[in-house]
């Protein structure tokens, strides 16, 4: 399987059709990935078809990505179906009645697959952005394998992770979006952790960038990453491929998943099987 994790820098939009161009050329560069990683937030440059004011207040922003949800889940779609291959849509606003979640939602070639919001919201999100976590975690049966997604700082949290690898996910799915270079280790650091664990793979996509019209996603640092557990059985280094920081673009990788199986059975180390011990 190959494997595409975006490092997503952010545009400016006039039209809808500028976005369907931006991700149009974006999914066309993957190179017949069969998966494609949209970073958090990404969804966010949509908030520029409402105009400055908007674009510029926080509040405003959530409500004109969300008016455009619609729209952008046919064109994630459409491109999914034209590629053959998966898709996990930057996340975004998603309102169900009252405030909203942060949402990322997995499509394949025959459409939507279903939908993940983040668990555990950050300080901002929380005190300034009013965004809400979302209720459980699930794994995605697809034709790729078995899929977990952590939202940014969901992987900082070992056991959401270990309650989608003991689901049955074979590799997990972190699309991030910081404004710091420490905020963008505590991911790193946080997905490669979560690899180790649950001896699985695990795809970091970040946002990158600065974004002057956003007061939500101004400053963005990062790189794109996939990596696995240092167990022996994977490179050394925990690090099957990796971007350049800072820099956006594709990061590909070619991953066989069947090695999961095999990590998990006769890796030099086997965390994945022995974490029951830490519940003595």
Partial sequence: MKIAAAAYDFDWFDSFADYRTKLTRWVEAADG???????????????????PAVAGHLEASLHEVARHADRSAELQAELAARHGCHILAASGPHF????????????????????????VMTRFERSEWNVTGGEGLQVFDTAIGRVGILICYDAEFPLLARRLV?????????????????????????????????????????????????????????????????????????????????????????????????????????????WPETQR
């Avoid at 069969?34 to 105009?51: Q, T």
């Avoid at 690899?195 to 996509?205: F, N, P, S, T, Y």
């Avoid at 690090?239 to 066989?256: L, R, S, T, Y």
Wanted: proline letters at 7%; glycine letters at 12%.
């Fill in 33 to 51: 990935a069969d998966l494609l990683v949209f970073p958090e937030y990404g969804a966010m440059e949509l908030a520029s078809l409402g105009g």
């Fill in 96 to 119: 169900d009645g009252g405030r909203p979640t942060n949402r990322a939602a997995l499509y394949g070639p025959q459409g939507l697959i279903g939908h993940q919001d983040k668990q």
């Fill in 166 to 274: 003991e689901a049955g996910a074979e590799f997990l799915l972190v699309p991030s979006c910081t404004d710091t270079v420490a905020g963008f280790n505590r991911v790193r650091i946080g997905a490669m952790a979560r690899a180790l664990e649950g001896q699985c793979v695990v795809v970091h996509a970040p946002t990158v960038g600065a974004c002057a019209w956003s007061p939500a996603v101004d400053e963005n640092r990062g790189r794109a990453a996939i990596y696995a557990p240092p167990d022996g059985l994977w490179p050394e280094t925990g690090i099957i491929a990796q971007g350049e920081m800072d820099q956006p673009g594709w990061v590909f990788a070619k991953v066989d998943l069947a090695r999961v199986a095999e990590s998990r059975r006769d890796g030099a180390v086997l965390p994945y099987a022995h």
